[in-house]
C-alpha cells in the first residue's frame, strides 16, 4: 500500500465509498484516507468482505489497544484474518489461532527463544547471515530490485532458530508469500486456489522433513521445543507441530521482509533524513520503530467477540466479527504527533505494530535485531540510493507489502568494485 496522509480535500474518501476488505485498493492505492475519516468519524464501522461476511472495524489506537489486550471477551481461534472470516481450518491449533489455556502451553517454552536477550546475544551471527545476503550487491551497486532481496532477510533473523536448514532460506519466503496473497500477480502460480495448494504443499512437505530431522536430532529451536512440549497433559500431534511450524516461519516471513522494504524507500525519498542517519548512527534503534509504526505490516487482526463486550460505546454480542485495524491505530494523532511525518527522532513511539496483550509478536526482539543490522550495513556500504522504477504493492488487505522496489545502489567510494580491486 502507498503511504499517503490524510486526505487534502476533508470531502474526499466519503463513508459511503470506504472498503476496507478490496485488496486491490490495497495494491493500487491507499487506505489511510479511510482509515482517517473512520477514526473521526465512525470509530466503529460495519461492512461485509467480499464472501458476505459482516464484520466491524475499530481504527482508534484506543479502541485497537482495548480490543486486542481483551482476550477473555475477544477469541483468536475463530480466525484472526479477514480472508477468513468464515473460520480458520488451524483454528485452535496454532499459537496464534488459540486461547488460553492452551495459548499459553505453545508461547511460554517457545518465547525463551526469541527473547530480547536471546535476540541480542544473536547479533554475530544475524549480521554474518545478513552480510551473505547483502554484501557483493550492496557493494556491486547498480540497480537492484530490493523487495525481492528482502523476502529473504527474514531467515537470517530466526532461519537458525526456528530449526531451519540453510538449504530452505530461500524456498520458504516465496511460498510463504504465495500462501498469503495467493492473487497476487507476483506469487500467483495459476489461480488463487491453485497457488494455496502449491504452496501448502511445498510448506508442508519441508515442515515434516524438518520434524523428522528433529526427533531423530533435537537441537534448541522451535521445532525440538514444539516437538516436547506439553500440550494440556499430552504432547501435539504431528499435525499440531506442523501447523505451528508453519505459524513460525508465515509470522517472520510476511512481515519482516515488508518492513525492510518500506524502511529503504521511506529513506530513498528522505535523503535529508539519510544523511542524518549516516552522521548520527545512534539513531539506528530509533530508526526500526518508527519504521514499524510507518509500516504496519499487518494491516489488521480478526478476534471474534466471545461473551457481550462494549465497543467504541456498542455493544456486541458472541458471535460477532471484529478487525482490529493496526496500521490505522499506528496513524492517530491522538496518540502520535504528525502522525504523517516519517521521524526517526520520534519518542515516546508506542507503535502497536507488534500488536499488543497475550498475542503480541513473539518474533519482536529478533525483527528489531535484524532490521537494526540491515540498517548499519546498509550506512556502511552505501553512499546513497534511489527509487530507479515503478514500485508494486502487494494485493492483501491483511499484508501491507511490497513486491517490487528497483533501487539504483551507490555504494560507498571505498567498497565501489574498482575501489575493491
Ligand atoms: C517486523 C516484524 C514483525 C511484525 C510487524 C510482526 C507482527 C505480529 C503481530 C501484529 C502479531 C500479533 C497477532 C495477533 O495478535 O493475532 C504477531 C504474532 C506472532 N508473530 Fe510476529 N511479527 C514480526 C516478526 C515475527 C518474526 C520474526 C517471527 C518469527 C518467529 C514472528 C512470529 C510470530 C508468531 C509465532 C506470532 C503469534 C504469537 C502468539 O499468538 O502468541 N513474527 N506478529
Known sequence: MRMTGPPDDEHADPLSGIDLGDPDRYASGAQHGAWHRLRRDAPLWRQETGDGFPFWSVTRYRDVAAVLMDDKSFSSAHGTILAVAGGDSAGGRTINLMDQPRHADVRLPTMRLMSTHASRQRTGQVRANVRRLVAATFDAGGVVDIARLMLNLPMTAVGETIGLPVEVWDEVPRWAMAGVAPDDPHYADGPAAETLKKAHHRLIAIFSDLIRQKQATPGDDVVSVLLKLDFGG?????????????????????????????????????????????????????????????????????????????????????????????????????????????????????????????????????????????????????????????????????????????????????RRPAAIA
Not at 455493544?315 to 502522525?339: C, I, K, Q, T, Y
Not at 516519517?342 to 509478536?361: E, I, K, T, Y
Request: with cysteine.
Open 234 to 414: 499430552r504432547p501435539m500431534d504431528h499435525r499440531e507441530v506442523l501447523l505451528n511450524c508453519y505459524s513460525f516461519a508465515m509470522g517472520a516471513v510476511t512481515t519482516t521482509a515488508h518492513v525492510a522494504s518500506h524502511l529503504v524507500l521511506a529513506l530513498a525519498e528522505r535523503p535529508d533524513v539519510w544523511r542524518d542517519l549516516r552522521e548520527n548512527p545512534d539513531l539506528v534503534a530509533g530508526l526500526v520503530e518508527e519504521g514499524l509504526r510507518w509500516a504496519s505490516p499487518t494491516n489488521h487482526l480478526l478476534r471474534r467477540v466471545v461473551k457481550p463486550v462494549d465497543v467504541a460505546g456498542t455493544r456486541l454480542e458472541p458471535g460477532e466479527l471484529v478487525a482490529a485495524w493496526v496500521a490505522s491505530a499506528n496513524r492517530d494523532d491522538a496518540v502520535f504527533a504528525r502522525p504523517y511525518e516519517f521521524d526517526p527522532r520520534r519518542s515516546p513511539n508506542p507503535h502497536l505494530a507488534f500488536g499488543v496483550g497475550a498475542h503480541r509478536c513473539i518474533g519482536g526482539p529478533p525483527a528489531q535485531v535484524v532490521l537494526g543490522v540491515l540498517i548499519e550495513e546498509m550506512i556502511a556500504r552505501l553512499e546513497s540510493f534511489e527509487v530507479a522504477g515503478p514500485v508494486t504493492h502487494l494485493r492483501s488487505n491483511f499484508i501491507n507489502g511490497i513486491t517490487s522496489l528497483p533501487m539504483e545502489l551507490r555504494p560507498v567510494p571505498a
